[in-house]
């Protein structure tokens, strides 16, 4: 039987076939004796008699249950594809073989200080400061005639530029895909000005630390909370001026006491080595 909601628009269509000559051409569902419910397409042209008189319809009735549900699903793909681009925080900006470009974000927006109307069409260097400009139309060209990924799939920084002629650092990664067979590059950009300020305090902070510790008369060494070494003084090297070599970053504290330990047992055969690390 035909689904209660498409019965009214079932009828409408057969009313204006009868009424208008048009041909019949309908997509509804109906309740299967199985009490499931499929999709049909209904479609059939009208034949009259020699009075005139509506005669029969000629047509079919094809199930199209598969097809309708692989378009809803595509469409809640997209949806759902487009509630992310749409919501990320990364600017996501798509161009073509060319470099021109196609979609752009409203992080993107937010990033660059242009509208999507704004730089649809345009070479996607506009967004770029030297020498990344200038630089990748030859990265495409090249990457479509030999497969060279010299930018693509590699995630690299590079210095953006905003509508207002401002520029700022950048996180970009750009991926390649195809689509209906057609080549689609996606470039994935993040503003990472904060994260520079941060690095900078932090590079300051450390030189300050730095400068102190050399400011003390004593040999002093940093660890961090899992017992790496992050810093030491000269003091520190000049007591042990043959171990020079193992005061770098990373070292483990362990690894550096067993080395003193070595040392002061070198320097002097009964130096308890174990009452020492312990």
């Not at 699903?73 to 470099?99: C, F, M, N, P, Y």
């Not at 067979?181 to 590079?203: S, Y």
């Not at 483990?252 to 067993?258: A, F, I, L, T, W």
């Amino acid at each position: 039987s035909i689904h209660p909601q498409d019965l009214g628009r079932v009828n409408e269509g057969v009313r204006r076939t009868l009424e208008d000559d048009a041909d019949y051409d309908i997509e509804y569902r109906i309740i299967h004796p199985d009490k499931t419910i499929r999709h049909v397409h209904a479609f059939a042209t009208l034949i009259r008699d020699g009075q005139g008189q509506p005669l029969r319809l000629n047509g079919a009735c094809l199930d199209i249950t598969k097809r309708r549900r692989a378009e809803e699903a595509l469409k809640e793909s997209e949806a759902r594809a487009r509630a992310i681009v749409t919501t990320v925080q990364d600017g996501i900006i798509t161009i073509d073989e060319a470099g021109i470009i196609e979609t752009f974000n409203p992080a993107a927006e937010r990033i660059f200080g242009y509208a999507a109307d704004e730089v649809a069409g345009r070479n996607v260097s506009l967004l770029m400061n030297e020498p990344e400009r200038g630089e990748l139309d030859t990265y495409l060209s090249n990457y479509m005639e030999t497969g060279d990924a010299k930018i693509i799939g590699k995630g690299r920084e590079v210095t953006g530029r905003c509508k207002d002629g401002s520029e700022f650092p950048m996180a970009l990664g750009v991926n390649h895909t195809e689509v209906a067979g057609r080549p689609i590059f996606t470039g994935i950009v993040r503003d990472i000005t904060d994260l520079k300020r941060v690095e900078q305090a932090l590079r300051e902070s450390e030189e300050r630390l730095e400068n102190a510790l050399e400011s003390i008369s004593d040999a002093f060494i940093f660890y961090d909370a899992d017992g790496k070494l992050v810093l030491c003084n000269q003091k520190q090297r000049d007591f042990f001026p043959h171990l020079t070599d193992i005061y770098r970053p990373g070292i483990s504290k362990e690894v550096v006491m067993r080395h003193h330990a070595a040392a002061l047992h070198e320097k002097d055969p009964a130096f308890d080595i174990e009452g020492y690390l312990d």
